[in-house]
């Protein structure tokens, strides 16, 4: 109990050293890598786009760019290369820097390049299948997402070239340059930011700032934090890093002990277990081993004291029996009961320390759960990456059919049919691309079984959803072919969906319009409405286009409740989307939930302690001596037949074994007390060999045999 004591004071401890909290710094980390997989994304993206068309067979150099353009207006240069001689055979947009094309180009690559205006291009380098030695590049314009940002904190981004160190987009708040220690903690980072994500604190300082909002004298510290931009499908990183700069607000220095009173709690409960075990169970069976070793000893004056233990009282009652029968008086065969059994301490202290584990789960596990505003902010921003991942893998979706179905000219399904297969395998976001003709049934299928009931298609070309009735979400994106006969579909990948929500933590779900879950992160039943309260509230915020993170509940019901509305170009604006996130404060990153988590697990040790030493006091001493009692109740009563097993070597299997000489002793006279107890002679005495006895002739006798 003493090391739990000493266990609940270090850990149950709230330290502010004077520095920016612990669960902000974590927050900016958080948010500049989701940031960086959005960058990383889009690179992705582009890698996509090309390869959509870069298998495409018998398409004339000018129909793909053409085409490419068309459906991809984000591409600002396009060329076609001949990778051996670097000679253009086509061209579309502006000039594409041929210089900064690979020499070797076997797989596709993507690399920044900053203009000489100083902004920069995602220069996408991708061979085409059906013409080798031929690269198609194009390049598109990059730079940070439209992320929330907190102003609060002066909070600003940059996406710096880590090649050269320079920084080629911001948002948000400047760094001004005469602001010598953040531009020190700005070389730092630039200098880390290349290989892995992490962060650098600067000194605290008073916050110069004038205007509301801002408390006069408080201490706020420089936060840089930094994470590579990198893809899933290429290795390494792409030359690029996504930076955060905060002015976070610094703690006043203090130290709080909360665990030193539950750790007194705790000794006080301890010690009290301790000392009502001993008075009422361990001196009265040490009193009575005492006693009972003298009578059977043969000390027939000797008085066997009486306890108020009920096995205590009973045992030394048929001792005194016995001793009174052997004395040549009558005995009575009922004497005292006694008034508790010696059960009833060690279950109260036991109850005792369930007590304190209960006492301390419900004043420190249910703690008020403060969650810093940085923190809030912090979600709202990570939201807004994930429903702009959302928008553009949906679009972008689209987007490959429509370059698909544009290049496709007059050919049949049957002639696509590689195309098909091959748009199925390179893209996750899909569980099945196939082709229909009007009616709706199959003519080229590639991936899954489509989960879309054969039906009639019309239209240009867009999203669907095909019903709200469903156990699965059936989304798809459709677009014509040129015969007008056909029409190529893709169903979107759930699976993919949820690991796009993912991006934010808590439950995070897409929900539409009218309040219906289409996906969520955790188990989910398909367009279910969303429950009244915060959530709708928050929704309906998001689609009026007041996005925003809030808190909500109290004590340790309290939640982070973020949203955000899924806008922008494309065609998934006009399903009227909405993300939304529910994260518990119980599961942040915060100083008081670190008090909580230790408090509950000191509890539960507690728990298993008390547990422990009941069942260790009920199996060692307390079974043990009730059994013992209840033989000496069979003695009491006249029973002097039943034999007496003693079973521990212990004190209580000494007081059994002179129960059983005491038995003895009513049956063969007193003259078995004392020296059946032990043998004479003293220790140091030498042994003695018995000499072996022969037999006689008529003890080989069978007559004597058969009497022995």
């Not at 579309?92 to 920069?120: I, K, L, M, Y």
């Not at 605290?204 to 930094?226: C, F, L, M, S």
């Amino acid at each position: 109990m003493f090391l739990l004591a000493g266990f609940v004071v270090l850990q149950l401890r709230t330290t502010d050293p004077g520095t920016v909290p612990d669960e902000v710094v974590e927050s900016q980390q958080h948010l500049v890598e989701s940031v960086a997989r959005s960058v990383g994304a889009s690179a992705t993206q582009g890698v996509s786009d090309l390869s959509t068309v870069a298998v495409l067979p018998e398409a004339k150099p000018e129909q793909v760019l053409t085409q490419l353009q068309q459906s991809h207006p984000k591409w600002r240069g396009m060329a076609l290369l001949d990778a051996a001689t670097r000679k253009l055979v086509a061209a579309q947009g502006e000039p594409v820097p041929v210089e900064a094309v690979p020499d070797a180009v076997s797989e596709p690559t993507v690399t920044p390049v900053v203009r000489a205006a100083g902004d920069v291009r995602m220069l996408v380098v991708h061979p085409l299948a059906n013409r080798p030695g031929w690269v198609l590049v194009a390049s598109s314009s990059t730079g940070i997402p439209n992320t929330p940002l907190n102003g609060d904190l002066r909070q600003g981004l940059l996406l710096l070239a880590t090649r050269t160190g320079e920084v080629i987009d911001t948002r948000g708040t400047s760094v001004k340059a005469d602001d010598k220690p953040l531009q020190t903690l700005l070389d730092r980072a630039k200098t880390a930011a290349g290989g892995a994500s992490g962060i650098v604190v600067g000194d605290p300082a008073p916050d110069t700032r004038q205007g509301q909002g801002v408390v006069a004298g408080r201490e706020v510290a420089p936060v840089v934090a930094y994470a590579p931009v990198s893809t899933d499908t290429l290795s390494g990183t792409l030359g690029l890093a996504v930076l955060s700069v905060v002015h976070a607000p610094v703690g006043e220095p203090s130290s709080s002990w909360p665990g030193l009173t539950v750790a007194a709690a705790l000794v006080f409960v301890g010690l009290l277990g301790f000392g009502l075990v001993r008075w009422a169970m361990v001196w009265p069976v040490r009193g009575l081993r005492a006693d009972v070793l003298a009578v059977a000893g043969g000390n027939l004056k000797r008085k066997v004291r009486r306890s108020h233990a009920s096995e205590v009282a009973r045992i030394a009652h048929a001792v005194d029996h016995c001793r009174t029968e052997l004395g040549g008086k009558k005995a009575k065969r009922r004497g005292p009961r006694g008034t508790w059994s010696v059960r009833i301490p060690v279950t109260l202290a036991a109850l005792s320390l369930l007590g304190w584990s209960g006492w301390t789960t419900w004043t420190q596990g249910r703690v008020d759960v403060d969650v810093p505003q940085p923190v809030i902010a912090n979600s709202r921003s990570q939201l807004g990456n994930t429903a702009d991942a959302v928008r553009r893998s949906v679009n972008d979706g689209f987007v490959d059919l429509r370059a698909v179905t544009g290049l496709a000219g007059g050919k049949t399904p049957d002639a696509l049919r590689s195309t098909v297969q091959q748009l199925a395998e390179r893209h996750a976001r899909y569980r099945s691309v196939y082709i229909v003709d009007k009616t709706g049934g199959l003519a080229v299928s590639a991936g899954r079984s489509p989960l879309r009931k054969a039906a009639e298609i019309s239209g240009d070309g867009g999203v669907r959803l095909e019903d709200t009735t469903g156990r699965v979400p059936v989304l798809f994106a459709h677009a014509p072919l040129p015969d007008g006969q056909h029409r190529l579909v893709a169903e979107f990948d759930v699976d993919h969906i949820v690991t796009l929500l993912q991006r934010s933590p808590g439950q995070v779900r897409l929900v539409d319009a009218e309040m219906r879950t289409i996906v969520a992160t955790d188990g989910f039943v398909a367009f279910q409405h969303i429950p009244d309260g915060h959530l709708r509230d928050s929704v309906t915020e998001a689609l009026a286009g007041k996005p925003k993170a809030t808190v909500h509940g109290a004590g340790t019901g309290r939640t982070v409740v973020a949203s955000r509305a899924i806008e922008g170009h494309g065609v998934v604006s006009a399903l009227r989307w909405t993300v939304v996130a529910e994260q518990p404060a119980s599961e942040l990153d915060l100083a008081s939930n670190e008090v909580r988590r230790a408090a509950l697990v000191a509890a539960l040790i507690g728990v298993i302690l008390a547990l422990m030493l009941f069942a260790w006091h009920e199996l060692v001493l307390v079974r043990p001596l009730r059994a013992a009692a209840k033989a000496a109740d069979k003695l009491a009563e006249g029973d002097s037949r039943s034999v007496i097993f003693p079973t521990r070597q212990d004190q209580i299997g000494t007081i059994a074994s002179c129960l059983e000489f005491c038995r003895q002793a009513l049956v063969d006279g007193a003259g078995r007390l004392g020296a059946v107890r032990r043998p004479s002679g003293a220790a140091t005495d030498a042994t003695e060999l018995i000499p072996v006895v022969p037999d006689t002739d008529e003890d080989r006798s069978p007559r004597r045999k058969a009497q022995v």
